[in-house]
Nanobody
Framework: QVQLVESGGGSVQAGGSLRLSCAAS????????MGWFRQAPGKEREGIAS?????????????SYGDFVKGRFTISQDNAKNTLYLKMNSLKPEDSAMYYC????????????????WGQGILVTVSS
């Protein structure tokens, strides 16, 4: 089993920044890939970015979803602390959502269906 706990969310004005953290514990071999996702009210959960825990290779949501994160969000990790991060800059009101971290064994990507373990989520609210 893998336990994931998000922190760092909250309210911020448009143009501001936040850094989300996700503390992971449990069975290491189920955490080949770690990712960040978000879900706004009435919308489907969407992938933001993921990272391969061993190599540090990163994946960001395909350009077909638009450039809603391009150049603004950065995924990173500190393996010594078993912690995943998402730095979010130039936040916009449309970034308001519940943000989730997740873990997957095997192949990495940004499709939620690839991920077996999920945190409970943390709310990010961006006001205009």
């Amino acid at each position: 089993q893998v336990q994931l706990v998000e922190s760092g969310g909250g309210s911020v004005q448009a143009g501001g920044s936040l850094r989300l953290s996700c503390a992971a514990s449990g069975y290491t071999y189920s955490r080949d890939c770690m990712g960040w996702f978000r879900q706004a009210p009435g919308k489907e959960r969407e992938g933001i970015a993921s990272i391969v825990t061993d190599s540090g290779d990163t994946y960001y949501t395909d350009a077909s979803y638009g450039d809603f994160v391009k150049g603004r969000f950065t995924i990173s990790q500190d393996n010594a602390k078993n912690t995943l991060y998402l730095k979010m800059n130039s936040l916009k009101p449309e970034d308001s959502a519940m943000y989730y971290c997740a873990a997957a064994s095997g192949r990495c990507g940004t499709n939620p269906s690839q991920f077996e373990y999920w945190g409970q989520g943390i709310l990010v609210t961006v006001s205009s």
